[in-house]
């Protein structure tokens, strides 16, 4: 069983950045690749950013490449993602996510442990 909770959301303005955090428990952590999804306002949950759980591969969005980065630090089973030159349509709630498999490719349906949520509002 994994655990994951989420922190960092909030209010910033365009052009702004954030870092949110994904802090996840259970033993197993350090086998799972770990990513962020998120869901914007009336629209559905979308993939944002993965990393395989040896840290070699990221796999990022199109519309998130050269501004977000995602990183996971094993010592404080903790995942992190640094969102810069954030514009309105970044508005979302943000979901730390957890499979075996995430590279990317997946669909919400497809990842087995979800955190609650954070919600990122960018102002313009």
């Given at each position: 069983?994994?655990?994951?909770?989420?922190?960092?959301?909030?209010?910033?303005?365009?052009?702004?950045?954030?870092?949110?955090?994904?802090?996840?428990?259970?033993?197993?952590?350090?086998?799972?690749?770990?990513?962020?999804?998120?869901?914007?306002?009336?629209?559905?949950?979308?993939?944002?950013?993965?990393?395989?759980?040896?840290?070699?591969?990221?796999?990022?969005?199109?519309?998130?490449?050269?501004?977000?980065?995602?990183?996971?630090?094993?010592?404080?089973?903790?995942?992190?993602?640094?969102?810069?030159?954030?514009?309105?349509?970044?508005?979302?709630?943000?979901?730390?996510a957890?499979?075996?498999?995430?590279?990317?490719?997946?669909?919400?349906?497809d990842?087995?442990?979800?955190?609650?949520?954070?919600?990122?509002t960018?102002?313009?």
């Open positions: 069983q994994v655990q994951l909770v989420e922190s960092g959301g909030g209010l910033v303005q365009a052009g702004g950045s954030l870092r949110l955090s994904c802090a996840a428990s259970g033993r197993t952590f350090n086998r799972y690749n770990m990513g962020w999804f998120r869901q914007p306002p009336a629209k559905e949950r979308e993939f944002v950013a993965a990393i395989q759980w040896t840290g070699d591969n990221r796999y990022y969005a199109d519309s998130v490449k050269g501004r977000f980065y995602i990183s996971r630090e094993k010592a404080k089973n903790t995942v992190y993602l640094q969102m810069n030159s954030l514009t309105p349509e970044d508005t979302a709630v943000y979901y730390c957890a499979d075996p498999i995430m590279n990317g490719k997946d669909s919400p349906s990842i087995r442990y979800w955190g609650k949520g954070t919600l990122v960018v102002s313009s």
